[in-house]
């Protein structure tokens, strides 16, 4: 029979759909690796979480000038909603159990960006401060760390289009190495 | 009015209690009241109609190595004049009546000054810290203060 797929040549590209599916059927051949990776740097959901003045400019780059919107990033005001973690400003000691707390609500997978000095190494606090801690890494796994005090939205949005590369490379599925 | 004219007034009123005035390089100048008096007297100074010091500015805790003080830096919105409260205490022992009933804003300053200082404000509605986490050990802002080596596990 003619309609059987087995003898039926596949149709070159732009050619007429395969029977049975409309014209604007088209179909799509990758690995799924790829794909979800794709979806996944393209909806970063951050968490609305800021604890100095890198949060101003956290705000500024999420809003119209700089539209951090253009890469799926928006913000979330809950944990449980969130992929990313934006560390952005000093993390006392007090507040550091409450960034675990947080960090541990977000669902996998999930990654943290340290904004500025104070996230990164405690910055201007890192002599003589009994209160502040030496860098969030002390606290939780990093994975992308901007200098800055603070930084501006540019050196945000190129921290995130760095997450977005590590993104990519990410291996969901096949054998582990 | 003028801050020597609110010290004659003052000690006159209280006598020893009012223990002398620092002018020199202060603006306001300071009267120097001695601890057990000072809620009488912030009391006097708020209601006294031709003082009435209706605002607390600060009140700050200081170290002096040998000593502590507390410092109040009062405002009066009626007469727009100002002066200065200090109280010298003990290295051992810092404590004093709390001034919270005659201007509620005290509470926040003096339990900042507790936590920062040790400066124990006897009376006070609610003398808990105010920055540092609960179970923390000891001032940070006292000059013979050991910074800890980590705390809950994260490294100072």
Redesign the interface.
């Known amino acids: 029979m003619s309609s059987d797929p087995a003898h039926t040549p596949p149709p070159a590209h732009g050619s007429a759909p395969p029977p049975g599916l409309g014209p604007e059927a088209q179909v799509m051949v990758g690995n799924a690796d790829l794909f979800v990776n794709w979806a996944r740097k393209s909806s970063l959901w951050y968490l609305l979480f800021a604890t100095a003045c890198c949060g101003i400019e956290l705000m500024q780059a999420g809003a119209s000038r700089y539209d951090m919107d253009r890469f799926g990033a928006v913000f979330r005001a809950t944990p449980r909603q969130a992929d990313l973690m934006l560390v952005a400003g000093t993390i006392t000691?007090?507040m550091?159990?409450r960034v675990k707390r947080l960090y541990d609500q977000m669902p996998e997978p999930k990654y943290v960006i340290a904004m500025g000095s104070c996230a990164n190494t405690g910055g201007p606090f890192y002599k003589d401060s009994?209160?502040v801690?030496?860098g969030v890494d002390?606290?939780i796994p990093v994975d992308v760390y901007i200098p800055g005090c603070p930084p501006r939205p540019e050196a945000l949005i190129d921290g995130i289009m760095k997450l977005q590369k590590i993104i990519m490379k990410r291996k969901n599925y096949g054998a582990k190495a | 009015m003028e801050a020597q004219a609110i010290f004659d007034t003052l000690k006159g009123k209280f006598g020893d209690a009012v223990v002398e005035l620092q002018s020199e390089g202060f603006s306001p100048a300071f009267v120097v009241v001695a601890p057990a008096a000072v809620k009488e007297v912030s009391r006097f100074l708020k209601e006294d109609p031709d003082l009435s010091f209706d605002v607390l500015m600060c009140l700050s805790g200081v170290d002096y190595k040998e000593k502590f003080a507390v410092a109040y830096h009062l405002h009066s919105l009626k007469h727009r004049h100002a002066i200065g409260l200090k109280v010298m205490l003990p290295r051992e022992n810092p404590s004093l009546p709390t001034v919270d009933d005659v201007w509620p804003a005290a509470n926040f300053q003096e339990r900042e000054a507790f936590d920062l200082y040790g400066i124990v404000f006897e009376g006070s509605k609610d003398l808990r810290r105010i920055l540092l986490p609960e179970d923390w050990e000891g001032h940070p802002l006292r000059k013979d203060y050991k910074y800890p080596d980590s705390y809950h596990g994260i490294k100072v």
């Open positions: 000691h007090k550091a159990e009994y209160c801690v030496k002390l606290i």
